[in-house]
């Protein structure tokens, strides 16, 4: 005779239509729940059923948790603008205080996304503990994540720490983080550099028309008129260290120019070199390239370019993009805002000559243009590149290198 199975009364809690939780009798069948809903109580066809609520559930929570506080091994960080600057100890420890509203966090699905360079990253959640049991509280409504950074190369990085409650609709925290690490990564065959600043990364790299790019905008890169003809990077052939402290990293790459335009030889006509600098209390890259002449004495014609944006801005305002080749002056310094890339803009910034192209770049010159130049004479322009997403932080920086005499 094979057992009866009674039908049970137990309660559910059905997300209707309009987003409110209604109680509703269910029957409970061998673990088997049966209940019963109008069309008009589920919508669109879908929702959501709690069977056996927990106590401490709170059904009607559509918040997210909240960050309380950040740290970077130990030390507190701005929580609302999640950058955590410059790392230059590793391993790191990244810290965060979290919080919600009504349901316990979700300790078991916190997980933080990194960079391939960081491997996998392992959070640990941990719940506050009862002050009078020194148990661990798991319905607490708020506790604490961590995961340790190991050793970065040079760059910058972004982390997104994602953080659930236990509430029906699992609201969920997002953290996105970024860091940097300041200094420079050549790649194995060392015809890429990465440079890692306190302002954001950038890439040097031996390609000709596209040799130093801040993020992902458009490289800016050296041409050089000399003999009646043109020359470029073609391929880097040392990396020389200058300076190598917490404080200061210096580099300069030594380069062999490629073909000029005509065909010609350009290795035969100059060598190329750029010195590279980062300083943990500037968020640029420093930059002086120079053009050694190897050829006999004449004019060298050496400028940078051709660095686009939606606009530019210098220290008298904005200004609309002319479509021709004019002077735009020893202004100290342009920002060019930028459509369509993770890097919202590029700050430029020179005591040498800018001007506009004809087709709505910015350009750097000497001046004047057009230098008579010895035999292993060399001309040089210096200047600073930084990302930045206004004028403003492009003027603070350039009052910064003002006030360090760095030209």
């Keep these: 005779m094979a057992a009866a199975v009674w039908a049970a009364p137990t309660t559910a809690y059905v997300r209707g239509a309009d987003g409110k939780w209604i109680k509703t009798p269910a029957t409970d069948e061998g673990g088997r729940i049966t209940l019963s809903l109008q069309p008009a109580q589920i919508g669109g066809g879908e929702t959501v059923v709690i069977v056996n609520k927990p106590t401490w559930m709170v059904l009607e929570d559509t918040e997210a948790p909240k960050l309380a506080w950040l740290k970077l091994s130990g030390v507190d960080v701005k929580a609302d603008t999640g950058d955590l600057g410059v790392i230059a100890k590793f391993p790191a420890t990244v810290a965060l205080g979290v919080k919600d509203n009504a349901n316990p966090l979700n300790g078991p699905a916190v997980r933080v996304a990194g960079p391939l360079e960081a491997g996998p990253v392992a959070a640990q959640f941990?719940?506050?503990?009862?002050?009078?049991?020194?148990?661990?509280?798991?319905?607490?409504?708020?506790?604490?994540?961590?995961?340790?950074?190991?050793?970065?190369?040079?760059?910058e990085y972004r982390f997104t720490v994602t953080v659930p409650d236990l509430s029906p609709q699992a609201n969920t925290l997002t953290v996105p983080l970024r860091c940097s690490v300041i200094g420079f990564a050549p790649s194995e065959d060392q015809q890429t550099i990465r440079i890692g600043t306190p302002g954001g990364g950038f890439t040097f790299r031996a390609k000709k028309t596209g040799e130093l790019q801040v993020g992902d905008t458009t490289p800016a890169y050296l041409s050089t008129g000399l003999a009646g003809q043109y020359l470029y990077i073609d391929r880097i052939e040392r990396i020389e260290t200058l300076q190598d402290t917490a404080a200061v990293k210096s580099i300069r790459v030594h380069v062999r120019p490629g073909k000029t335009d005509k065909d010609n030889d350009g290795a035969a006509l100059a060598k190329l070199e750029y010195d590279l600098t980062v300083r943990a209390d500037l968020p640029c890259l420093l930059v002086t390239s120079r053009t050694v002449l190897l050829a006999p004495k004449q004019e060298v014609y050496s400028w940078w370019g051709w660095l686009p944006g939606t606009r530019w801005v210098d220290p008298a305002g904005e200004h609309d993009w002319s479509g021709k080749y004019q002077d735009v002056g020893h202004v100290g310094w342009v920002f060019l805002p930028q459509d369509k890339t993770q890097t919202p803009g590029i700050g430029w910034l020179s005591p040498l000559n800018f001007g506009e192209s004809r087709f709505n770049t910015m350009l750097l010159y000497t001046d004047p243009q057009r230098l008579l130049t010895e035999t292993n004479g060399s001309v040089e322009l210096p200047f600073a590149l930084m990302p930045a997403a206004t004028a403003a932080e492009v003027a603070a920086v350039a009052e910064k290198l003002k006030a360090a005499g760095v030209w």
């Excluded at 009078?132 to 506790?143: V, W, Y």
């Design 126 to 155: 941990i719940a506050p503990t009862d002050p009078k049991t020194g148990a661990i509280n798991r319905a607490a409504t708020n506790g604490r994540v961590s995961f340790d950074l190991p050793a970065l190369p040079p760059g």
